[in-house]
């Protein structure tokens, strides 16, 4: 029988089983844990998962072709530069909130820096 959950139409009928769950956790606000933080990684997960699946046609369990240690140790130097990139904007922004006659003026100065543009 293993040879059933490797097929196609298994995982397409397991991705509509896992959806109707989710719909129906959401219909009865039903989380998978009693904490919103872990609830919320583990949403960014699927939610990950599902993208990959769209991108890739595959899962990760399925695709043993990739050098992961590679893709992992990328990923990670970029979150450290994304990690010294917002400790650098720390001691900017407490500059601009001792400055800052009130939270009007501050929102204001903090948009002109760092919005959107």
């Keep these: 029988m293993g040879y059933i959950s490797d097929s196609k139409s298994y ?12 719909t129906l956790r959401e219909k009865n606000h039903m989380k998978h844990t009693k904490d919103n933080i872990t609830n919320q990684v583990i949403e960014d997960l699927k939610s990950r998962a599902e993208r990959g699946y769209k991108k890739y ?13 590679n893709h992992l140790y990328e990923e990670l130097l970029d979150a450290a530069q994304y990690i010294k990139k ?8 407490q500059k601009l909130i001792d400055e800052s006659i009130n939270n009007e003026d501050l929102g204001a100065k903090i948009r002109k820096i760092y919005g959107k543009k």
């Design 57 to 69: 046609n595959t899962t990760l369990g399925e695709n043993n072709k990739d050098d992961y240690m």
């Design 86 to 93: 917002e400790q650098s904007i720390i001691p900017d922004i």
């Design 11 to 22: 995982r397409e009928y397991m991705m509509v089983m896992e959806r109707e769950m989710e």
